[in-house]
């Protein structure tokens, strides 16, 4: 008897990425056209007009070729001078993630085709109230009709990217000899791995980052603090005093500071897995840390005229509503005081450090609430299944 499968039929998807903040955008892109191609059977085409930027998540990537295969998804180099396609040529499904806009004679190829392909926009992701009447909204272009996909919280929007291989990593990484054979992996001592406290550290230049190592330094418990290399790291050396090397370990009081490199995606997700609490910065980690059912503070990307408060505001509306009550309203404050909505200047040290020294308390508190907030999200479904569905209804 052969054997039976519910994956959809198979479509050729091509999927669009300007890679605008160095790892974002690609991060989010690269997950996609995996889980496109492993989980759903999807024939993916990834178009990035940044290898060099790609080749940082995926070092087996030939920054040299313009073509070429890795995990079973087709990368492409989107060139300036975009080749010439035929109508067969383009995708069934075309994906231009987060408003990059596809080459003119592309969209004239696209056209062309005797069945039209479905063309979805990719948005950024948001909580603010508007998303869900937006999500699935048309927009007619020349002959064609685009349909506006975005992310999201809650229902009526098309959820966050989430594997089934997820499930089990934080069970793995609670084990401490799972632990200890991560941190050896780095040349960091696996004797890190008894500290009370893992914490992983991912985000922007942040003027609050001070106030947040003197609290750790003066935790009563010991404290392992891991940071993948990134922006904040001249922060880092700034504190510390001089100048980080990737693989060393910095001891600071209760704090045991542990300096990574640049980390692939899986291992990134090993960290957050592993870690009682995680500082994660833009989207593709702040989804990553949600999605895996971990406490986290979110560093969101500053805009200007401090339009970027006001999304924060919007997910602290969902996100902290599921700990209503005292752990709550700080974990509130802590999300405002580290993008620095609830001012530094409003708190002298000692009370900056308490808050600190509080929310850490408060960490097997936060974890149910962590993982109460996943529950929602995995409601909604994944977002690559929600877009296999609407694609396969359309084409």
């Not at 922060?235 to 009081?253: I, K, S």
């Amino acid at each position: 008897m052969p054997l039976m499968t519910n994956l959809p039929i198979s479509r050729h998807w091509h999927l669009f990425c300007r890679v605008i903040d160095n790892f974002g955008d690609i991060g989010v892109c690269w997950r996609l056209a995996r889980q496109l191609q492993h989980q759903h059977g999807q024939q993916v085409t990834l178009w990035v007009d940044d290898l060099r930027s790609f080749h940082a998540l995926c070092p087996a990537l030939d920054v040299s070729v313009a073509e070429q295969q890795r995990q079973g998804v087709v990368i492409r180099y989107w060139a300036e001078e975009f080749p010439e396609l035929t109508p067969e040529q383009t995708g069934d499904v075309v994906i231009e993630a987060f408003a990059c806009e596809l080459p003119a004679s592309y969209i004239t190829a696209m056209a062309q085709r005797e069945q039209a392909s479905c063309w979805i926009n990719l948005e950024y992701l948001s909580a603010e109230d508007w998303v869900p009447g937006f999500h699935l909204s048309q927009s007619p272009v020349h002959n064609l009709s685009k349909t506006f996909f975005f992310p999201g919280f809650v229902a009526g929007t098309g959820g966050l990217l989430y594997e089934p291989g997820l499930a089990n990593l934080p069970r793995q990484m609670a084990h401490l000899s799972a632990r200890q054979t991560f941190l050896s992996g780095f040349g960091l001592s696996p004797s890190l791995a008894d500290c009370a406290l893992q914490i992983s550290l991912f985000a922007y230049e942040n003027p609050a980052l001070e106030g947040l190592l003197d609290a750790l330094q003066a935790f009563p418990r010991t404290v392992h603090l891991l940071v993948p290399a990134g922006r904040v790291s001249a922060g880092l050396d700034a504190w510390l005093g001089e100048n980080t090397v990737a693989g060393h370990t910095y001891c600071r009081g209760a704090l045991m500071l542990s300096v990574m490199p640049f980390i692939s995606q899986p291992q990134y997700d090993q960290l957050l897995a592993m870690c009682d609490l995680n500082f994660v910065r833009g989207e593709e980690s702040f989804v990553r840390a949600q999605m895996m059912g971990r406490p986290m503070l979110w560093h969101i990307y500053r805009q200007e005229e401090e339009a970027h408060l006001d999304k924060l505001e919007a997910f602290l509306g969902h996100y902290c509503r599921a700990g209503e009550g005292p752990a709550g309203s700080r974990l509130a404050d802590a999300f405002r005081f580290w993008n620095q909505s609830l001012p530094a200047a409003a708190l002298n040290d000692s009370q900056a450090q308490a808050r600190w020294h509080e929310l850490l308390h408060q960490l097997p508190v936060l974890q149910n609430h962590a993982l109460a907030w996943q529950k929602q999200l995995l409601a909604l479904g994944d977002l690559a299944s929600n877009l296999v569905q609407y694609a396969t209804d359309k084409v």
